[in-house]
Antibody
Framework: QLQLQESGPGLVKPSETLSLTCAVS??????????WDWIRQPPGKGQEWVGT???????YYNPSLKSRISISGDTSKNQFSLRLNYVTAADTAVYYC???????????????WGQGTLVTVSS | DIQMTQSPSSLSASVGDRVSITCRTS??????LNWYQQKPGKAPKLLIY???SLQSGVPSRFSGSGSGTDFTLTISSLQPEDFATYYC?????????FGGGTKVEI
């Protein structure tokens, strides 16, 4: 059974960098079949797609965050990571990592999710 | 970006009721529409993908329909464990976007 687990600091100061890691077990991130994504959900609001890591190192970012975001993967540890620079209170959210699977030409759906980790931006 | 509008934002229903939730997109997305269920403090769970395909393990009382810009999630007979918030998500183009959610309450 595939499992994803987020880890990282729960509190980040404004203007600093948010860093999270998603450890994947029960499956490999080194496969062309799936995409590995970050999604966030501010308290009481809906989800926002953040970005994607794809095997071989390809990444995709939400244009709204593109200037501040970096996503990378470590295939030796079977994990992928998110860095978000210059955070503000608006970046406070539960951050989820998830696996995305494509069906035909669709960009796909998220079939496995981590439990999520709350990151609060505050001084 | 493709905008996703769900309606209603919340609804009250009883066990056994038939419930329908609508998702409208700002441009045609063909059949690339997915539905999720989220309970408080939990990650979303995929219910339906590409409009009407039921994810493995999801009860058959859940169904999806629609095409183009208008889509519907239907729960044929609401069960106690179905009280949750439901989100649609378009799988047509990047950036991936979600609807604002529909909270199904007693």
């Amino acid at each position: 059974q595939l499992q994803l687990q987020e880890s990282g600091p729960g509190l980040v100061k404004p203007s600093e960098t948010l860093s999270l890691t998603c450890a994947v077990s029960g499956g490999s991130i080194s496969t062309s079949t799936y995409y590995w994504d970050w999604i966030r959900q501010p308290p009481g609001k809906g989800q926002e797609w953040v970005g994607t890591f794809y095997y071989g190192g390809t990444t995709y970012y939400n244009p709204s965050l593109k200037s501040r975001i970096s996503i990378s993967g470590d295939t030796s540890k079977n994990q992928f990571s998110l860095r978000l620079n210059y955070v503000t209170a608006a970046d406070t959210a539960v951050y989820y990592c998830a696996r995305r699977v494509r069906v035909g030409p669709s960009t796909g759906s998220f079939d496995y999710w981590g439990q999520g980790t709350l990151v609060t931006v505050s001084s | 970006d493709i905008q996703m509008t769900q309606s209603p934002s919340s609804l009250s229903a009883s066990v056994g009721d038939r419930v329908s939730i609508t998702c409208r997109t700002s441009q045609s997305i063909g059949s690339y529409l997915n539905w999720y269920q989220q309970k408080p403090g939990k990650a979303p769970k995929l219910l339906i993908y590409v409009v009407s395909s039921l994810q493995s393990g999801v009860p058959s009382r859940f169904s999806g329909s629609g095409s183009g810009t208008d889509f519907t999630l239907t729960i044929s007979s609401l069960q106690p464990e179905d009280f949750a918030t439901y989100y649609c998500q378009q799988g047509y183009s990047m950036p991936l976007t979600f609807g604002g959610g529909t909270k199904v309450e007693i």
